[in-house]
């Protein structure tokens, strides 16, 4: 159980560009399920995926671990004891507490958390890669590369899974699905002040794109069958396949 997320409670001059720094990990379980509409759903899910997909003798990876949700969220449901998992983050803070998570786990001889930019990370023999919540922190103008790289080191039959925060085309459509994801986090028990503070700390650090453009990026990539598969507000998840 993570400590509760008050990072934004006090009045703050002019907030920070967010970082995902000591305090960030120490309350992010908490921070990340009352800010993200869906996100146990898509843990869940995702662990699902990776049970039906993972290969005996394969990698699977999840970029962008954090403190390891995705990753444990596989370990429960992957069905060879024949694999190798590599959760990378670049915040040392989200990577120690990766860490002592993932140690008292059954497989936790399968799992090795490395800090490094997941845009430097070698990708091979992939049958299953997780980028959840974690693309929309990559600039723009990178984020084909790193997509046309995991497609390279992914196997014929091997599936992605992309979770993401969505913009919208029409002005209406963003206003209305935004008030709604405020109000999401009102219910979740964040104040007026944390939801602005925070909105302006993410501000050119979070830069999300539509679905539209996801899918046609993986389809361009030379991904076949990019598709939804869960939604809640203004978040995503996606899968598709080499
Ligand atoms: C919103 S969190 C991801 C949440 C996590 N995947 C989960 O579902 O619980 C984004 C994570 O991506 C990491 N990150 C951002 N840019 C990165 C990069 N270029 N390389 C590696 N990790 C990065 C951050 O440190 C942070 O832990």
């Not at 997780?130 to 929309?136: A, E, G, H, I, S």
């Not at 008030?179 to 050119?204: C, M, P, T, V, W």
């Amino acid at each position: 159980m993570s400590s509760k997320d008050n990072i934004f409670h006090q009045p703050m001059d002019n907030p920070a560009p967010f970082v995902f720094d000591e305090a960030v990990a120490q309350v992010f379980p908490d921070m990340i399920k009352r800010s993200v509409p869906g996100y146990s759903n898509v843990i869940a899910g995702t662990g699902l995926i990776a049970g039906d997909y993972v290969q005996p003798g394969t990698n699977c990876y999840d970029l962008g671990c954090s403190v390891g949700a995705s990753t444990f969220a596989m370990l429960q449901y992957i069905k060879t004891d024949d694999f190798h998992l590599l959760a990378v983050d670049n915040s040392p803070h989200m990577v120690k507490l990766c860490q002592q998570n993932i140690s008292g786990n059954n497989h936790a001889g399968n799992v090795e958390v490395t800090c490094a930019d997941i845009q430097d990370v070698g990708i091979s023999n992939a049958s299953v890669v997780v980028l959840n919540f974690t693309l929309q922190f990559i600039p723009l103008e990178k984020r084909a590369d790193l997509l046309t790289r995991i497609f390279q080191g992914m196997n014929e039959g091997g599936v992605l899974v992309l979770s993401e925060k969505l913009a919208f085309d029409s002005l209406a459509e963003q206003q209305r699905q935004t008030a709604l994801h405020e109000s999401f986090k009102r219910a979740q028990g964040y104040s007026d002040l944390e939801i602005s503070q925070k909105r302006a700390a993410l501000e050119n650090v979070l830069i999300p794109e539509s679905l539209a453009t996801h899918l046609q990026r993986l389809t361009d990539i030379g991904f076949r069958d990019a598709q939804l598969w869960f939604r809640s507000i203004n978040f995503a998840s996606m899968m598709t396949w080499k």
